[in-house]
């Protein structure tokens, strides 16, 4: 299983961050796989996004839940996340991952990632 992160690496504040993950070698709809967004800020650790279920149920971190929609098109297995009004400290490299259940997915423990992309908010 392959992950690509594709988007925009600069966002000016206030517009909305989109970025897409393509997957290839497994579909987004197989039983029981979670498809997750994790950033990582300069000099700080991973932060868990949120997730989109085989189901197609999603999942959001507490924090980011009121800014953050994740969607899916299975027809080209991807899945997008949407950040909406972002500030400088949404700055960070951006990763798609693959979690075998919503408990790993909490704990990081993912067993395919993408490369990542660094994605930055500036005007």
């Known amino acids: 299983v392959q992950l690509q992160e594709s988007g925009p690496g600069l966002v000016k504040p206030s517009q909305t961050l989109s970025l897409t993950c393509t997957v290839s070698?497994?579909?987004?709809?197989?039983?029981?796989?979670?498809w997750s967004w994790i950033r990582q800020p300069p000099g700080k650790g991973l932060e868990w996004i949120g997730y989109i279920a085989y189901s197609g149920s999603t999942y959001y971190s507490p924090s980011l839940k009121s800014r953050s929609s994740i969607s899916r098109d299975t027809s080209k297995n991807q899945f997008t996340l949407q950040l909406r009004s972002v500030t400088p400290e949404d700055t960070a490299v951006y990763y798609c991952a693959r979690g075998g259940s919503p408990s790993l997915v909490m704990t990081m423990e993912y067993d395919y990632w993408g490369q990542g992309t660094q994605v930055t908010v500036s005007s």
């Open positions: 070698g497994g579909s987004i709809t197989t039983d029981y796989y979670y």
